[in-house]
């Protein structure tokens, strides 16, 4: 794999970390915040209706309604005398909310029963449980979840390639680079000698070593002109001797009887 490829690839999956850590976290936050802001409405709606429950009023059915239904979304509710339920209404729910909370005497709790957020409270001899539904909540930020996961791997694609685009062209100098040391016997200079980044370091390292190699080798290419010179005179007289001896008669060699 190309350093390109794996600076990308790095950096895809660094982007695509740290973005889905930071959408976790605000998803975590944004249930945080709607949970404690459903918490306060239930809890405002229960108190609510116990003041309407304890004033006996004879319109408590419309009231209670009217107390249970915010922005277009209505809450259930029970009301609760001693032991007998006096009233129950609003949106569909189970026939007892949080039964648990019946058996106690706290003063009031919020739990979560099955889907249903219940806000419970007592005082006197009245009980009052308000419940919403969390499901339209849960699906809401199930949505958000698939949404921003589709766009932090967008997010993360797009940046894979603009860092692949940068990356390619910060490489460019260092793929002439490469080429050009391919062809060291070439004239050419070296190319990203200015640069002043680590490519520019490199290619003045490469410079220098190449100058150095140029200046050995013409010291080599001298001391060996040299040597030929001083030992052509010597060699040629040495060669002049052999031949002139070579050339000399010489008397036949008496072979000794066998």
């Known amino acids: 794999m190309t350093l390109r490829a794996r600076l990308t690839l790095l950096t895809v999956t660094v982007v695509l970390l740290s973005l889905m850590s930071f959408a976790e976290l605000a998803g975590w936050l944004l249930w945080k915040a709607e949970l404690g802001s459903l918490t306060r409405q239930l809890n405002a709606q229960s108190q609510a209706l116990l003041a309407v429950a304890q004033s006996r009023s004879p319109t408590l059915d419309a009231t209670a309604a009217d107390i249970l239904e915010e922005k277009g979304t209505a809450a259930s509710g029970r009301i609760y ?7 129950s209404g609003g949106a569909d729910g189970p026939p007892v909310l949080d039964a648990a909370f019946l058996q106690t005497s706290e003063p009031r709790a919020v739990e979560r029963v099955g889907d249903i957020l219940v806000a419970s409270r007592r005082q006197g001899e009245y009980v009052i449980q308000v419940g919403r539904n969390l499901e339209p909540l849960e699906h809401l930020l199930r949505r958000y979840a698939l949404l921003s996961g589709l766009s932090l791997l967008a997010l993360s694609l797009l940046a894979g390639w603009v860092v692949a685009k940068q990356v390619r062209r910060t490489l460019r100098p260092l793929e002439s680079l490469v080429g050009r040391v391919q062809q060291l ?14 490519v520019g370091a490199l290619a003045r390292a490469l410079q220098s070593s190449l100058d150095a190699l140029r200046a050995e080798r013409e010291r080599e290419t001298l001391f060996l002109a040299s040597a030929s010179h001083e030992l052509r005179t010597p060699v040629t007289a040495m060669l002049a001797d052999v031949q002139h001896t070579l050339s000399r008669p010489r008397p036949p060699m008496n072979c000794a009887p066998p």
């Open 185 to 198: 016997d070439s004239p050419d200079p070296i190319p990203a000698l200015e640069q002043p980044d680590e």
């Open 81 to 87: 005398q001693g032991q007998t339920l006096r009233w």
